[in-house]
């Protein structure tokens, strides 16, 4: 390491802009109604802070409350709770709700309210879909629940539905394009993305809950799915881009399929499947217990019992439609909600920056420290695309927020939060590279830890890139005295492998001899020489040759 003397400014920012800076502090605006779901979620429609919000989603098979909190454009949940019902249980044959559903699904809604009443600022916002909309006494039951428990239930439409469903994933995914497919216990709906927005929007009749209903046993119900396939086919056209899954019997199909392909990390939100994927996860349905499975994946039985029908109509869907690849989306019809009431500044934000900015406001030592990290680690990345940046920004704003762990656990509980966390547009190697970043802003070695069997989903090429960031980190945490101070600039010459490093004089008592040696980790994994300018300081030679 060869100090230099006092020299021009050494660092040029050549990288592109990640498209995110001048959206720092959005302007304020004014609160509004917009639409049919009454009164907005945010008080402040452009707020990043998003008041606790209370969604329940009443449900063909499961009623669920999904309190959501934290960031606007990418909520965390504060609170998740679902009952098995089956309200839809047997409507195909009755034409009413199914009476024990009635009474599980009203006792689930009273408990609900109850905690709505200890946890949220507002009431609880209450959609009903497929069984409620369909049955003749769903008027009935709406009108039981409200008299009950003073919640009022809004029966949206399939078309609605769908809508909703779609703008989940958009909450999830902005910009995303494809055909998003939601299946319910007694509906399935489809819609289509393009560029952000919402396109058609259809509905069918196709959940296992009335394909069980459906006479002349599989046989039969193949022939109805067959039918009902062709014509949504005919209203939708060709639809050969991304298929979006979103309901609970496509994520317990995706379980089985991590179980079968014996994948190593279980977060099922941006799960990505092929069309011979589940071809095999159907044949592996068939074939074997499904009890053993039930139980090996953690599924609950009234949701196994649906997995077939399901699977039947999974497969039919992409020998239909044919899309190029398959992702599940945890998000849904309650996170469209939310995105119903977003304005669209809001809307267009990344919501992996979002939920990184909150996290550091929340629990960073020096909240805003993150922005003055990014900037001085960018010159390591010049020319990456926005995709890659946005990945470096977010864990220069995360780098500091697990700094409560005990020491010795610190690195895995920042792999663990990364990788796990419920964070949206990530894929899962992105989840890899995030998580293994903030590991390497506390250990230098990412051997010997527990999460050693997820790296594989991460090229190699980009592991090391990982540990390079993670190790600028480390080395730029040293010079961390306050949100928007001076701590230097770096200058990369990757031809060279030479890494400029220019620290203000006022660093130059806080580039001591720890703060050296994370310099030296860093400069090894570039695996390069390295040149150190203090200003005002001239010439002393710490080390001749720092070529890793």
Partial sequence: MTILPDAPHLASETTPSDGTESDLEPPAGSSEDWGPFGRPLFDDPDARALKRVGVVDVGSNSVRLVVFDGAARSPAYFYNEKIMCGLGAGLSETGKLNPKGRVRALEALKRFQMLAQGLLPYSLIVVATAAVRDASDGPE???????????????????????????????????????????????????????????????????????????????????????????????????????????????????????????????????????????????????????????????????????????????????????????????????GLLYEQMPERLRERDPLIEAARFAEA??????????????????????????????????????????????????????????????????HSERIFLGLALLHRYRNKRQGTHFEHLYDLLAAAQQVEAEILGKAMRFGAMLMVGEDQDIGRLRWQPRKRILHVELPAASAALFGEVAQSRLMSLVNALEAEVRVTIAGKRGALLEKDARG
């Fill in 141 to 335: 039951f709406c009108a039981e629940v409200e008299a009950a428990t003073g919640l009022r239930i809004r029966v949206i439409t399939g078309e609605e539905e769908a809508r909703l469903s779609a703008q989940g994933v958009l909450l999830g995914w902005p910009g995303a394009y494809g055909l998003i497919c939601d299946i319910g216990g007694s509906s399935m709906e489809l819609a289509e993305i393009h560029d952000g927005e919402v396109g058609k929007c259809v509905t069918s009749n196709l959940g296992p809950l009335k394909l069980k209903d459906i006479k002349g046993g599989r046989r039969g119900r193949k022939k109805h799915i067959d039918e009902v396939m062709v014509a949504l086919r005919d209203q939708l056209g060709d639809q050969r881009d991304r298929l979006f899954l979103v309901g609970g019997s496509w994520r317990a199909i995706a379980r089985v399929d991590m179980l079968r392909r014996n994948y190593p990390l279980t977060v099922q939100h941006e799960y990505r499947m092929t069309a011979k994927d589940v071809r095999e996860t159907a044949k592996y349905l068939e074939k074997n217990d499904l009890d053993k499975i039930r139980s090996d994946c953690g599924i609950s039985s009234a949701r196994m019992a649906l997995v077939p029908y399901a699977a039947d109509v999974l497969s039919r869907l992409i020998k239909t439609f044919r899309p190029k690849d398959i992702a599940i989306s945890s998000y849904g019809i309650r996170e």
């Fill in 362 to 427: 929340k629990d960073a030592r020096v909240p805003g420290f993150g922005k003055t990290l990014y900037t001085f680690v960018k010159p390591l990345f010049s020319g990456e695309p926005y995709a890659k940046m946005r990945l470096v920004k977010a864990a220069c704003v995360l780098h500091d927020v697990s700094w409560r762990a005990h020491p010795d656990y610190r690195a895995e509980v920042c792999f663990d939060n990364a990788t796990r966390a419920n964070l949206g547009g990530l894929k």
